[in-house]
């Protein structure tokens, strides 16, 4: 499925590729937990930034791997690249203009992310030919 998103303002529109059944991760670090994200983590390949790149601003903390993005008109995060998976994009559902039909919410614990990252690891590789077959 492709799912179409935006910031408030959609000043930042965006589409991602992602099945129609989602798994979702709520984390309850710092930054997740006072603005409100929700998970997607994709490949990298299966984002496409539509419009606004010129009004994103990006905010880095802690070991700066993870690049927050922001819209600087409305202040919305979007999507970002996450730090524990850099090679791909995470969006935050909230954003989906089109939302999907089901959503899997599932915890993450953010708070203790050294120990729990490995766990979002495989969120961001492409699936296998062998995966896409079984799916057939």
């Given at each position: 499925?492709?799912?179409?998103?935006?910031?408030h303002c959609q000043a930042v529109t965006f589409e991602v590729e992602a099945p129609e059944h989602i798994e979702a991760d709520y984390c309850n670090c710092s930054i997740c937990a006072k603005?409100?994200?929700?998970?997607?983590?994709?490949?990298?390949?299966?984002?496409?930034?539509?419009t606004g790149a010129e009004a994103l601003s990006t905010y880095t903390f802690n070991s700066g791997?993870?690049?927050h993005?922001?819209?600087?008109?409305?202040?919305?995060?979007?999507?970002?690249?996450?730090?524990?998976?850099?090679?791909?994009m995470?969006?935050?559902?909230?954003?989906?203009?089109?939302?999907?039909?089901?959503?899997?919410?599932?915890?993450?614990?953010?708070?203790n992310w050294e120990k729990h990252a490995h766990q979002?690891?495989?969120?961001?590789?492409?699936?296998?030919l062998f995966a896409m077959v079984e799916e057939l």
């Open positions: 499925m492709i799912y179409k998103g935006s910031c603005s409100g994200y929700l998970h997607l983590i994709v490949p990298l390949s299966k984002f496409n930034l539509l791997v993870a690049k993005t922001f819209c600087k008109v409305c202040g919305v995060k979007p999507f970002y690249t996450p730090r524990s998976n850099p090679d791909g995470d969006i935050n559902i909230h954003c989906l203009d089109n939302r999907p039909t089901s959503i899997e919410v599932v915890d993450f614990d953010g708070q979002l690891a495989h969120k961001s590789k492409e699936p296998s």
